[in-house]
């Protein structure tokens, strides 16, 4: 499994459920999803959604129309996000509220490619799509720095001697590694910069500058080095 899906899993495992202003948004949500040509019918088709509905046969009934299908996915997943957000990210109500949106409008966008995958995984898609929106938010606040090396120890920091060692674990590890140790955008960086996306690539996919990156990758890849230093024997 890829690592960005793995990073996915991990948020969507460690997620603690937050109802907090889930009704207001859910109307905001409703009427975005009509605006970008949601059509939902007038009446249920079939029976009503059960808990033992799958996510697949949810997500094809609400791309039909069906506002029950909407409703059962919106009650089963977006408590999770809107937790994920709120109390691991710490984004504020109104940019948490506008990335749990994202993730659900996304998904009905995309909801062709998602049930043509196999498995179909509508809450790693879900929580992907949240990762990268809150990415991109805690990007634009956090603060640019000076250009040249980040602190005192950046002389003595072999990062891509590092990078080679991340290379040789395990996706899933090095997953659980990213999860526990860097934040959300440290977590984004390093994931691309192992994806073999230059400086420039990863300025752009997050709205930073080139110099701010290799900050957060210095930054990330000190923490990971301490981490991997604490689980060596002694």
């Known amino acids: 499994m890829p690592l960005a899906d793995l990073l996915a899993r991990a948020a969507m495992l460690s997620a603690p459920p937050d109802v907090t202003g889930l009704a207001p ?7 975005r999803l009509r605006a970008s040509g949601w059509a ?23 791309v039909r129309g069906d506002a029950a299908g909407f409703d059962a996915l919106f009650d089963r997943h977006a408590a999770r996000l809107n937790g994920y957000v709120r109390r691991r990210l710490r984004l504020q109500p109104s940019d948490a509220a506008d990335a749990v949106q994202e993730a659900f409008l996304i ?10 995958h196999e498995p179909v995984n509508v809450p790693g898609f879900l929580f992907g799509t949240l990762r990268n929106k809150a990415a991109r938010i805690l ?68 709205g930073i500058t080139p110099n701010h990156v290799r900050q957060i990758r210095h930054r990330a890849l000190s923490k990971l080095r301490e981490a991997l230093a604490e689980e060596e024997p002694s």
Do not use: W, Y
């Not at 939902?40 to 949810?58: I, Q, V």
């Open 107 to 116: 998904l009905f966008q995309k909801a062709e490619a998602v049930l043509a």
């Open 40 to 62: 939902p019918s007038g009446e249920l088709r079939g029976r009503p959604p059960s808990l033992a509905d799958s996510d697949e046969a949810l997500l094809a009934a609400f």
């Open 139 to 206: 990007a634009a606040r956090s603060r640019e720095v000076a250009a040249g090396p980040p602190d005192g120890h950046a002389l003595s920091l072999d990062e891509d001697g590092l990078e080679a060692l991340l290379r040789r674990e395990t996706a899933e590890k090095l997953a659980s590694l990213l999860e526990r140790t860097c934040s959300p955008l440290e977590q984004e960086v390093v994931t691309m910069d192992l994806d073999d996306r230059d400086g420039p690539e990863i300025a752009l996919a997050l």
């Open 25 to 31: 948004l859910r109307a905001l949500l409703f009427g």
